[in-house]
């Protein structure tokens, strides 16, 4: 498992970082909300505000675009930003690899936010262009003291997600600079985290069938090398999100075993959803 090594950052840097993955665990719960930026309105977040306000006291980090930050996050909740800054592209399109930097370094510095995010689509047609992007993005995020995450987005593709392919993007995000990288888990996943000499997150991909199987998903990628999980539809999808949230930080933060995890998440289910 790669480690954050604050003595080698600038202050600022290490601040951020150290907002979002907790100093006392090395370990992280990031909650995926920025999935409008090419879904729009997607099933369970059409109200962003509302879906996150019970989600957030149980989450390290909350992803959201520039847009929803705005207009959905109260300035007095607490929760670090990983603010979204890539896009231009929705899903009517086949291809979503065809993204560019969609928000400044300095309107991500004047919302305060902890880091910045940006999707890297490696074997695409817009390889080269999503690279770049990410390279501009670490160059500003160094002189402004801003954390970059790299996600090893694979559009539609889904098949891509094996640990050849997983471990060769994570690595290239890591090389062009990026502080952070979110990608997906895999079978042989311990591959993807000794080949990446920054710490990774694992997303939960679209919704699974069970609690079991999300708890299973976190519990093995943390075992494999993975500091946390950024996690969304998996969550907010949920008929109980804040029971799924509380049992997912009990792995993560806690050390829970998948079967202390579904016997919190049947204690909390019943007291809120």
């Known amino acids: 498992m790669a480690a954050i090594e604050g003595e080698n950052m600038d202050w600022g840097m290490s601040n951020r970082l150290s907002r979002m993955i907790k100093p006392s665990t090395g370990r992280s719960v990031m909650l995926a909300a920025d999935h409008g930026y090419f879904m729009g309105p997607t099933h369970k977040l059409e109200n962003p ?51 560019e930097i969609t928000t400044s370094m300095q309107d ?84 993807v985290a000794d080949g990446s000499p920054v710490p990774l997150v694992v997303a939960g991909g679209p919704k699974l069938n069970t609690e079991l199987d999300v708890f299973n998903l976190v519990y093995n990628a943390l075992q494999e090398g993975a500091v946390g999980v950024d996690m969304g539809r998996n969550i907010w999808q949920h008929e109980y999100p804040v029971a799924m949230i509380k049992s997912i930080r009990a792995i993560v933060h806690e050390k829970a075993t998948v079967k202390e995890a579904l016997d919190i998440f049947q204690e909390s289910k019943g007291k809120s959803k």
């Not at 149980?58 to 007095?76: E, M, N, Q, W």
């Not at 402004?144 to 094996?162: F, N, Q, S």
């Not at 050849?164 to 993007?169: E, G, M, R, T």
């Open 49 to 99: 505000r509302r879906m996150l306000e019970p989600l957030l006291p149980y989450a390290d980090t909350v992803a959201v675009t520039r847009g929803v930050l705005r207009t959905s996050i109260d300035p007095k909740w607490d929760t670090p930003i990983l603010l979204r800054v890539s896009g231009g592209a929705s899903v009517l399109k086949e291809d979503l690899s065809d993204e």
């Open 108 to 191: 991500a510095v004047r919302l305060n936010v902890s880091a910045v995010a940006i999707s890297i689509f490696v074997g695409t047609a817009h390889e080269k262009q999503s690279l770049v992007n990410l390279s501009k993005l670490v160059n500003d995020g160094e002189e402004y003291g801003m954390p970059v995450m790299a996600i090893t987005a694979v559009g539609k593709e889904l098949e891509k997600r094996d640990a050849k392919y997983l471990a060769l993007a994570c690595r290239l995000g890591a090389e062009i600079g990026a502080h952070i990288v979110k990608t997906y888990y895999c079978e042989n996943f311990r591959k």
